[in-house]
């Protein structure tokens, strides 16, 4: 058998130089129609999903340059920026080359060394002269295949543009060859060829990047942002490849060592630990192209044994955090598309509209998506740098990533921990880059050859600050945003005083005077909020209740305002909207800029229950309101309205238009804080918000419940 006989072959990886020595066993997957590859065995089913657009069985080792008429085809431009865009190609290259270890050396933040191992199929002695040909590769052919990429690297350029501007060393042995093959280079010219035993794969060291060029260099940023760059990069590509080995050493210093494991969470879990796994919902969804149709020569270019396209489907999985996680900027959202680190406006885009109303607008979730679609859905050859691309059918792309994130996120109706959020930053702990600041963001600038990332994205992945502002909620005292911040200096340092060193922990079994809580599920979603029962308000505006699993405190303004939000949506889309008709008009004043914006909304203004009429230059009266609103509440409403609708800087579309409207009319009608409850209502508050499909937040994102599980309070009695 062919697995076997390979398996033989497999030694433990060696860098002679290095002299390090890591023992992994492999075994062969052969996959239909692919070549044997080195892969571990309980990956199998992740690799299924993530693997299967890319990485054709291409006839590697067999480089040519391309014609002139191809090479002109190709999106033009410098991508030796710095250091990490010379580890992108590198890493590109070995993942290319099929390769199941990936091995990144940097020394002086890659300025100084940049060395790349893989055991991927390396090259034969021609092919590796001819890789530092411009316009020389082995994974294109013609003008057609542009048309579907499945390689990562397919412009010939990076190799040539990495040795014009350093010295390169490159070892590389074809598994096939008896011997391998040492190239040294300096400026873009050879300096030596020679034949010497070498491990299967390919080594390639880069030193002393832009030596020839000292108007580069000196733009090169201190010696830690390069390596937080490149750190970032390959953390990243070591998300989205779990079943491979990775490793990257900066010096001496191991900066991330991830061995292979089965599945995308195992890699979460590996590379930054349960807290951050335990913020992440997975996600999973496919929906086939059949019905959207495919591009096809016309009939008469058609050859006789034409045989259509089969369209194959949209497939995504990854992870989308909670809603309590919010970040200030937008470096911790990843996206994947066919195994390529992307960014994309109309992903991202999609990514913000299923987190609609349940984040606030002005924060970003941590998201880590890997889509994947048929090449030919995809172009790649939009940017020299290839960290961009364009869908063939963007609003298919863009929906579906809205939808998946929403219906997955609707699903797990997910429960804010108190734990977390007592603390006052509720992600402080949570990025998704490496435990070094920089970010993809910056990264991607910097492979972009963009400028710097504006001074407000924040480059470590920081969270959002507590917010403990005053709301100026209709009541005699002002209460804070939200009342769990409010209190955070209070109880960890509470708990923290007592410190317990573990064993002087009195064992639950030992005290004997309280029996073990055993056999409670840590169910953490929010479909048991009908279990719930209520056991009283903390200053009539928090309502505190309790079930078999925990402690839970529910925002009464934030949970109204959700069931009221959900419950006008749905009366709009029917058409049934109630409304009262006011015993005064009210008279509102408009701004200039105020009056278009009236105009525009005004259509979807009365179906949600306003009756307004122009009333002399720059007024309206406002006759009628939707129900539950207070007089006196009308106009304010409506000014906090158009103000929203002023800062807005895309184009309105009604979707927009009619998500804000609900949500403010909701704000509005809710149950304030400062009110007392009755139990009665209390019951019901709860009874409606177990009914609503998004629990978890207020319109404006806020969170609504918060819960101290039965194992946070274990843990703080010392009992677990
Ligand atoms: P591209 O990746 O766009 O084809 P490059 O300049 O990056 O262009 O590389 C040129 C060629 O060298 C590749 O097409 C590939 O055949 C070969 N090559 C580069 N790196 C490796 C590697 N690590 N293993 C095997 N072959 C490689
Ligand atoms: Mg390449």
């Known amino acids: 058998m062919q697995g076997s006989k390979r398996d033989t072959e497999i030694k433990p990886y060696r860098r002679r130089r290095l002299k390090r020595k890591i023992a992994v066993s492999y075994f062969y997957l052969p996959f239909a129609g692919w070549s044997p590859r080195r892969i571990p065995l309980s990956s199998r089913d992740s690799l299924k999903s993530a693997r299967q657009p890319r990485r054709c069985p291409i006839a590697m080792g067999r480089i040519h340059v391309l014609s002139e008429h191809v090479a002109n085809k190709i999106a033009a431009g410098e991508v030796v920026e710095r250091p990490a865009s010379v580890v992108k190609e590198l890493i590109e290259n070995s993942l290319d080359a099929g390769a199941s270890r990936i091995r990144v050396d940097v020394e002086a933040g890659g300025r100084k060394l940049i060395l790349v191992t893989d055991n991927g199929c390396g090259m034969v002695r021609d092919d590796a002269m001819l890789a530092f040909e411009r316009h020389a590769t082995s994974k294109l052919k013609n003008d057609d295949d542009l048309l579907s990429i499945s390689t990562l690297g397919f412009r010939g350029e990076a190799l040539p543009s990495i040795a014009s501007v350093s010295r390169v060393r490159l070892e590389t042995r074809d598994a096939a060859e008896p011997a391998g093959t040492v190239i040294e280079i300096a400026g873009g010219r050879i300096l030596t060829v020679e034949e010497a035993g070498l491990p299967a794969g390919t080594s390639v060291a880069i030193r002393d990047l832009f030596f020839n060029t000292p108007a580069r260099r000196k733009f090169m940023k201190a010696e830690s942002t390069e390596l937080s760059h490149i750190a970032s990069l390959v953390t990243h590509y070591a998300l989205a490849h779990p079943e491979m080995h990775w490793e990257l050493h900066s010096a001496t210093n191991a900066v991330l060592v991830a061995p292979p494991v089965a599945s995308h969470s195992e890699r979460i879990y590996q590379v930054f630990g349960k807290e951050t796994l335990d913020e992440l919902i997975p996600l999973a969804a496919q929906v086939p192209l059949a019905r959207l149709g495919l591009p096809e020569p016309p009939p008469w270019r058609r050859e006789p044994d034409y045989e259509p396209p089969t369209p194959g489907e949209l497939r995504l999985h990854g992870f989308v955090s909670k809603p309590e996680v919010q970040k200030l900027n937008r470096s911790s959202v990843f996206i994947f598309v066919n195994g390529r680190l992307i960014r994309d ?132 005292f002002h209460v804070e945003g939200n009342a769990a911040v409010g209190a955070a200096p209070v109880a960890p340092q509470t708990f923290g005083a007592m410190e317990l060193a573990p064993q002087d922990a009195v064992p639950e079994t030992a005290t004997g005077c309280v029996p073990p809580l055993d056999g409670i599920d840590d169910v953490m979603d929010l479909t048991q909020l009908a279990t719930l029962k209520p056991l009283g308000q903390i200053r009539d505006s928090f309502i505190l209740a309790i079930n078999p699993q925990g402690l839970w405190i529910i925002d009464q303004h934030a ?81 906090e309205l158009l103000e929203q609708f002023e800062r807005e800087e895309q184009a309105l579309n009604l979707e927009k238009i009619r998500t804000r409207i609900a949500a403010s009319i909701a704000c509005h009608a809710a149950i304030k804080v400062n009110m007392p409850l009755d139990q009665a209502k209390m019951e019901w508050l709860l009874g409606e918000l177990a009914k609503t499909r998004c629990p978890m937040s207020c319109p404006h994102g806020r969170p609504v419940v918060l819960r101290y599980s039965v194992k946070d309070i274990q843990k703080a009695f010392k009992r677990i």
């Open 559 to 639: 949970g109204h305002e959700r069931v009221l939000f959900e419950k006008i949506l749905e009366e709009r889309s029917r058409q049934k909207i109630e409304s009262q008709r006011l015993l005064m008009p009210i008279i509102v004043e408009l701004k200039p800029a105020q009056q278009a914006i009236f105009a525009e909304i005004a259509g979807e203004l009365r179906r949600n229950g306003f009756e307004a009429e122009p009333f002399g230059v720059r007024t309206v009266a406002i006759q009628s309101a939707p129900a539950g609103v207070d007089a006196a509440e009308v106009a304010r409403l409506l000014q």
């Open 345 to 476: 406006r109309v992903v991202m885009h999609g990514i913000l509209e299923g987190y609609r109303n349940i984040i606030p607008p002005t924060v970003y979730p941590v998201v880590l998506l890997f889509l994947e679609l048929p090449c030919a859905e995809v172009d790649v050859n939009v940017h020299p740098s290839k960290t961009e691309v364009r869908f063939r059918q963007q609003s298919v792309v863009h929906d579906f990533v809205r939808d998946s994130i929403r219906s997955t996120l609707m699903a797990a109706r997910p429960a804010p921990a108190f734990a977390s959020e007592i603390h006052g930053a509720p992600s402080a702990r949570m990025a998704l880059t490496p435990p070094l600041p920089g970010s993809a963001e910056e990264a991607f600038a910097a492979l972009a050859g963009s400028a710097a990332p504006p001074s407000d994205l924040n480059l470590t992945g920081q969270s959002v600050p507590p917010r403990n502002a005053a709301l100026p909620f209709a009541g005699s």
